[in-house]
């Protein structure tokens, strides 16, 4: 099965950068896509579970929220499948759990963490203010 581990989280003062990875194992397909989810501290339910961002397994296809869009960015190294999340400009607000996690690719760029298949098992963001 696939299996997913996140890595780089930490402490960082607001204005700074950030790079997460997301290392993917296991059979993948170029229907799936990497999702990138976020969950505030003191919530445990996976529908709390805040879509970020998601590339295809392809790589040809980059989807953003709202709220990161200019800020966040989402690539993969095909070589070493692994998918990253390089966030700049940090706030406080984006302080949480953040997850990767596999699902069908959809074209819309509509991602809700009750269609994932697969879950890593998050690494911690703190923005300091």
């Known amino acids: 099965q696939v299996q997913l581990v996140e890595s780089g989280g930490g402490l960082v003062q607001a204005g700074g950068s950030l790079r997460l990875s997301c290392a993917v194992s296991g059979p993948m397909f170029s229907s799936y896509a990497v999702v990138w989810f976020r969950q505030a501290p003191g919530k445990d339910r996976k529908f709390d579970r805040e879509f970020v961002s998601a590339i295809s397994w392809s790589g040809l296809s980059t989807y953003y929220a709202d709220s990161v869009k200019a800020r966040f960015t989402v690539s993969r190294d095909g070589a070493k499948n692994t998918v990253y999340l390089q966030m700049s400009s940090l706030k406080p607000e984006d302080t949480a759990l953040y997850y990767c996690?596999?699902?069908?690719?959809?074209?819309?760029?509509?991602?809700?963490?009750?269609?994932?298949?697969?879950w890593g098992r998050g690494t911690l963001v703190t923005v300091s203010s």
């Open positions: 996690a596999v699902g069908a690719h959809r074209y819309s760029g509509s991602y809700y963490s009750g269609d994932m298949d697969y």
